[in-house]
């Protein structure tokens, strides 16, 4: 069992930036192998994909939705069982709850459903 632990969230004016973290922890952990994604939640819209990070064995690959790309940045501490998603230029769009999800073997890193494991979630609110 995996837990995550998201946190960074907050109220930032259009323009301004965020980073968000999240923290895994688990007995069985390997957290360097996990895929780890970041997905979005606005009211009343399904929870969207994000950004995602994966270690192949050989080379890191990142993934990012459109609207992510140029803006956004993920990365990840392996040292510190860590993922970070970097928010620049924010827009009053990006405003939702913002999802850390992890699975230990995922190449569909853009599937909500294909991720095992998730986080409460935190809150982003971007004002115009």
């Known amino acids: 069992q995996v837990q995550l632990v998201e946190s960074g969230g907050g109220l930032v004016q259009a323009g301004g930036s965020l980073r968000l973290s999240c923290a895994a922890s688990g007995r069985t952990l390997t957290f360097s192998t996990y895929t780890m994604g970041w997905f979005r939640q606005a009211p009343g819209l399904e929870r969207e994909f994000v950004a995602a990070?994966?270690?192949?064995?050989?080379?890191?690959?990142?993934y990012y939705a459109d609207s992510a790309k140029g803006r956004f940045a993920i990365s990840r501490d392996n040292a510190k069982n860590t993922v970070y998603l970097q928010m620049n230029n924010l827009r009053p769009e990006d405003t939702a709850v913002y999802y850390c999800a992890a699975d230990p073997s995922l190449l569909n890193v853009r599937v909500v459903t294909a991720y095992d494991y998730w986080g409460q979630g935190t809150q982003v609110t971007v004002s115009s």
């Open positions: 990070i994966r270690w192949s064995g050989v080379a890191t690959y990142t």
